[in-house]
């Protein structure tokens, strides 16, 4: 029963591109949404986050957006770097992160 | 300002033998969570522990599995008699308060369990 879905395994975006990962759940419960990036062989990294109340958080080159009604997130990267390569995870928060499958982005220079 | 500390990072165990996985918070942290990364799979939460008290255990194998954050030093994840399938990555976090008034949870660099 997998409550926060990311149906993309990998993703690979030119140097300079738009980065789009998405993430879709299932839990209406879940009122604080987080993207991890994660390197091989190191913990999680905390990138970005946004409550349920709102639709939009941008830090940098990073945005999420959340669109409550249809249950799906998304992490914008703009523009996309070679060092944004990694594992990204979304993560849904109730008591407990809930963490979603993740996504192999690769930037290609 | 120390971040997560998790040690040993690798550890290698012969089948049947304990392993034990240590957590120290962030300082200030009073919220611990361990989660396991089996290979090529996401993040899995096993259990939420604050000072003394286990708060959700709702993801820890029902044998051999355990874990304790007491008043004093870190935390302790402890596997018995571990089986190849235990071989994974596990990763301690940690945070500020409870996660549902917004506090960030921060993780740690990992255990890498390796069962031979």
């Known amino acids: 029963d997998q409550q926060v879905k990311q149906n993309s395994p990998s993703l690979s975006v030119q140097e300079g591109r738009i980065s789009i990962l998405n993430c879709d759940y299932t839990n209406s419960m879940f009122d604080y949404f987080l993207w991890y990036k994660k390197y091989p062989a190191e913990g999680p990294t905390f990138l970005i986050s946004?409550?349920?109340?709102?639709d939009k958080n941008e830090d940098g080159r990073f945005t999420v957006f959340l669109n409550k009604s249809a249950k799906h997130l998304s992490l914008h990267i703009v523009p996309s770097q070679p060092g944004d390569s990694a594992v990204y995870f979304c993560a849904a928060l109730d008591e407990k992160l809930t963490f979603g499958t993740g996504t192999r982005l690769t930037i290609i220079p | 300002n120390a971040g997560v500390m998790q040690n040993p990072r690798h550890l290698v165990r012969r089948r049947g033998q304990e392993a034990r996985l240590r957590c120290s918070p962030m300082k200030g942290h009073s919220h611990v969570y361990w989660y396991r990364q089996l290979p090529e799979e996401g993040l899995k939460f096993m259990v939420y522990?604050?000072?003394?008290?286990?708060?959700?255990e709702s993801g820890m194998p029902k044998e051999r599995f355990s874990a304790e954050f007491p008043k004093e030093g870190p935390s302790i994840l402890r596997i018995q008699q571990v089986v190849r399938g235990d071989s994974a990555a596990y990763f301690c976090?940690?945070?500020?308060?409870?996660?549902?008034?917004?506090?960030?949870?921060?993780f740690g660099e990992g255990s890498w369990l390796t069962v031979v």
């Open positions: 976090a940690s945070s500020p308060g409870t996660p549902a008034a917004g506090n960030t949870i921060y």
């Open positions: 946004i409550s349920s109340i709102k």
């Open positions: 522990l604050q000072k003394e008290n286990i708060i959700d």
